[in-house]
Nanobody, 114 residues
Framework: QVQLVESGGGLVQAGGSLRLSCAAS????????MGWYRQAPGKQRELVAT???????NYADSVKGRFTISRDNAKNTVYLQMTSLKLEDTAVYYC????????WGQGTQVTVSS
C-alpha cells in the first residue's frame, strides 16, 4: 500500500505562484511513477505532470513552461511548482502514484482569482 498526502493548495491571484507537495508513505520503494492530475468543476480529471523512475517527465500542453514537477527521494515527496497561474488552473489537484497499483491523495484545492 502507498499512502499520499498533499499540501500547499490555496487561493492566489492570477499571475501568482504556488507550490504543491505530496508525501508518500507505506510501500514507497515500489513506486515507479508519480504525478499530478487536476479536476475542475464539471470537467473530467486530467493529467498535469508526471515522471517515471527512469526519469521521463510529461506535462500537459496547458501547463508547459509554467509548471515544474520535481521530487525529493530522501523525503519520498513530489512537488509541483506552479507559476504564472491562470484562472483556468482553478481545480482540485490530486497526487497519484503507480506502485504498480495506483494510489490517489485526497486532493488539494487551488483557486486562482482575477
Amino acid at each position: 500500500q502507498v499512502q499520499l498526502v498533499e499540501s500547499g493548495g490555496g487561493l492566489v491571484q492570477a499571475g501568482g505562484s504556488l507550490r504543491l507537495s505530496c508525501a508518500a508513505s507505506g510501500s514507497s520503494a515500489s513506486i515507479d511513477a508519480m504525478g499530478w492530475y487536476r479536476q475542475a468543476p464539471g470537467k473530467q480529471r486530467e493529467l498535469v505532470a508526471t515522471f517515471t523512475r527512469s526519469g521521463t517527465i510529461n506535462y500537459a500542453d496547458s501547463v508547459k513552461g509554467r509548471f515544474t514537477i520535481s521530487r525529493d527521494n530522501a523525503k519520498n515527496t513530489v512537488y509541483l511548482q506552479m507559476t504564472s497561474l491562470k484562472l483556468e488552473d482553478t481545480a482540485v489537484y490530486y497526487c497519484t502514484a503507480r506502485w504498480p497499483f495506483r494510489s490517489w491523495g485526497q486532493g488539494t484545492q487551488v483557486t486562482v482569482s482575477s
